[in-house]
């Protein structure tokens, strides 16, 4: 992998180039990867005997990510992003060849900590990546393309895993992730570097100081985050048995839904945040889709308002996403996005996990207890509307740093 000066980019570069392809393909197949296996492992940690530890699957992924966090973003501002990205997904790579050998409880949740690496790296060198090549005028939709490929692995990976579950076996699923990841590997190992400063790497840079955890620039980027992406770390894992009890055989129809839905609205979510700014649309993902949906799952328990929901819901992060991601890098300085990435990453997981904590804890295999769960997900996105409301009272200017 040859390292290239960053592109000179101005508002008519032309963004969708092979590098573009590159970087979107290789998101698409790490999604697909780590992504099918999660409709089944409830069921699958039930089978070996920790139903109890549910709650765990997403907060210990998430728990690691959010640590790796500061060090994938100083790593991506040192040594590079392609390396950075690599490291993502060959960590997905070595643990579908895992889940297989350690088969009990100890072991399966040693994995779901050690897979969480892979998302605490690939992510943030990812979005740094698109950064570089695209100019800062097509940021938004730059990054809503790419979320169309990662999502488009979202709504493949959970479909795909169900069905390879359904008929075969669990360990043949395993394999699967892994071969998925394999194939990142190798599309990654044709891109072309973008950081003009490459270092060789030093164990120095392991050396993590508060200033490397926390880019306060991108506070408000990265507040918004926390206190929308709890929500999702309660549907994963409440989702599954909620699908099973309303009667969808297959657990993966729900993540399908909302990552189709999500897929269609990215086309032009990520280039309207361009034109109109990215708080206004912040604003209305949270307020019109985001607790929408949430409540439609909550309230109408049938599979119908299941999957109006998982609709809607895949909406809100359609809208959301590309214009977080967008919004953050407007805040960063142009030598450390990937600690700028880095941070907002880390609220991501904190959120994600946080919520799958609370929901494994309050749920505890009691059915009933799910909407309730469902519905303080959604009292969370009202406090996320009330500060962007106070924010824009409190400054002139809303979608960039002063």
């Not at 979107?24 to 139903?51: D, K, R, V, W």
Request: net charge neutral; proline share 4%.
């Amino acid at each position: 992998m040859n390292s290239t000066p960053a592109h000179e980019t101005t508002a008519t570069h032309p963004i969708y180039n092979l590098q573009f392809a590159l970087v979107c393909l290789s998101s698409l197949l790490f999604s697909a990867s780590f992504n099918m296996l999660i409709p089944e492992l409830p069921s699958y940690l039930t089978g070996l005997g920790g139903a109890e530890y549910k709650g765990l699957i997403i907060a210990l992924f998430t728990l690691t990510a959010g640590i790796s966090r500061p060090f994938s973003g100083k790593l991506t501002d040192k040594v590079g992003r392609v390396p950075i990205m690599a490291i993502g997904s060959i960590v997905c790579f070595i643990c579908g060849f895992l889940y297989p050998v350690l088969t009990s409880v100890s072991g399966f949740l040693f994995l779901r900590l050690i897979h969480g690496f892979s998302t605490g790296f690939k992510p943030t060198a990812t979005a740094a990546y698109v950064a570089d090549i695209v100019p800062k005028e097509r940021w938004g939709e730059a990054l809503g393309m790419h979320g169309i490929c990662f999502s488009t692995g979202m709504a493949i990976g959970p479909a795909l895993g169900s069905t390879i579950k359904l008929y075969s076996s669990m360990n043949v699923l395993f394999y699967a992730s892994s071969l998925l990841a394999l194939l990142s590997i190798l599309i990654l190992m044709n891109m072309k570097e973008t950081l003009e400063t490459k270092e060789r790497f030093r164990w120095s840079f392991l050396k993590i100081s508060w200033a490397d955890v926390f880019d306060k620039q991108v506070f408000p980027a990265a507040l918004i985050t926390f206190l929308s992406y709890i929500s999702y770390g309660t549907i994963l894992t409440l989702i599954p048995d909620w699908s099973d009890h309303l009667g969808l055989t297959n657990k993966g129809t729900f993540f399908m839904v909302f990552t189709v839905s999500s897929l269609l609205i990215r086309f032009v979510a990520g280039k309207v945040s361009d034109q109109y700014g990215r708080v206004k649309v912040i604003f209305a993902g949270l307020l019109l889709l985001l607790f929408i949906a949430l409540l439609f799952i909550a309230y109408f328990e049938t599979v119908q308002g299941i999957i109006i929901g998982a609709f809607i819901y895949g909406i809100s992060l359609g809208v959301l996403s590309p214009a977080l991601n967008a919004w953050t890098i407007d805040f960063s300085r142009p030598n450390e996005r990937g600690k700028a990435m880095a941070t907002m990453y880390i609220a991501l997981e904190a959120a994600i996990g946080g919520g799958a904590l609370f929901a494994g804890w309050y749920y505890n295999d009691i059915i009933s207890n799910i909407p309730d769960i469902i519905y303080v997900s959604s009292a969370i996105i009202v406090v996320a509307l009330l500060y962007l409301v106070w924010r824009n009272f409190n400054t002139n200017k809303i979608d960039l740093p002063q």
